[in-house]
T-cell receptor, first 113, second 115 residues
Framework: AQSVAQPEDQVNVAEGNPLTVKCTYS??????LFWYVQYPNRGLQFLLK??????LVKGSYGFEAEFNKSQTSFHLKKPSALVSDSALYFC???????????FGPGTRLSVLP | DAGVTQSPTHLIKTRGQQVTLRCSPK?????VSWYQQALGQGPQFIFQ???????QRGNFPDRFSGHQFPNYSSELNVNALLLGDSALYLC??????????????FGPGTRLTVL
């Protein structure tokens, strides 16, 4: 069965500093990995995905993520955090049998001015 | 280009009642998935509709049912509501089937409160 872990409930970072939000996964078969962001009282917004190819994926709003097969990780990163990046971040995984998304529990990112 | 829309925004029901939530997919999308997001948790997959049929189902009881219409819009029905059904219900649309590589785009959700 597929599963996703986001080991940190909360990540605090100062504005202008780099940020990392961690995600590890477990799937049978090849993983398809996604990051979404959720602002208060809103639905989820797509940030980026890894399907195949280059392990470094670039997405919306300056975010990127690195796929590491040996560590089964897909950490979200941004070189310079903005206060407006403060939100709830979800990692999700599917396998190549087309099963539906399994989401992690979410990580709350707070960027402090 | 309209994104995914959901109605209503908020809904209050009492235990035992029935509720219907509605979703219109993003333009050009033909697949609709429904998720339940309890407070403080990640979304959990309920089911997916494609070509007006339920294609996949998560671990939810039969009280949860759905429908997809020829215009690809969808409804989620929940019967015999329980307090534990209180959650944000999210609809997501995609262009499928694509073996799992498709991106799902989410609507703003319907907040259901069961009293």
């Amino acid at each position: 069965a597929q599963s996703v872990a986001q080991p940190e409930d909360q990540v605090n970072v100062a504005e202008g500093n780099p940020l990392t939000v961690k995600c590890t996964y477990s799937v049978s078969g090849n993983p398809y990995l996604f990051w979404y962001v959720q602002y208060p009282n809103r639905g989820l917004q797509f940030l980026l995905k890894y399907i195949t190819g280059d392990n470094l994926v670039k997405g919306s709003y300056g975010f990127e993520a690195e796929f590491n097969k040996s560590q089964t990780s897909f950490h979200l990163k941004k070189p310079s955090a903005l206060v407006s990046d403060s939100a709830l971040y979800f990692c999700a995984v599917r396998d190549n049998y087309g099963q539906n998304f399994v989401f992690g529990p979410g990580t709350r990112l707070s960027v402090l001015p | 280009d309209a994104g995914v829309t959901q109605s209503p925004t908020h809904l209050i029901k009492t235990r035992g009642q029935q509720v219907t939530l509605r979703c219109s997919p993003k333009s050009g999308h033909d697949t609709v998935s429904w998720y339940q997001q309890a407070l403080g948790q990640g979304p959990q997959f309920i089911f997916q509709y494609y070509e007006e049929e339920e294609r996949q189902r998560g671990n939810f009881p039969d009280r949860f049912s759905g429908h997809q219409f020829p215009n690809y819009s969808s409804e989620l029905n929940v019967n015999a509501l329980l307090l534990g059904d209180s959650a944000l219900y999210l609809c997501a649309s995609s262009l499928g089937p694509s073996g799992g590589t498709d991106t799902q785009y989410f609507g703003p959700g319907t907040r259901l409160t069961v009293l």
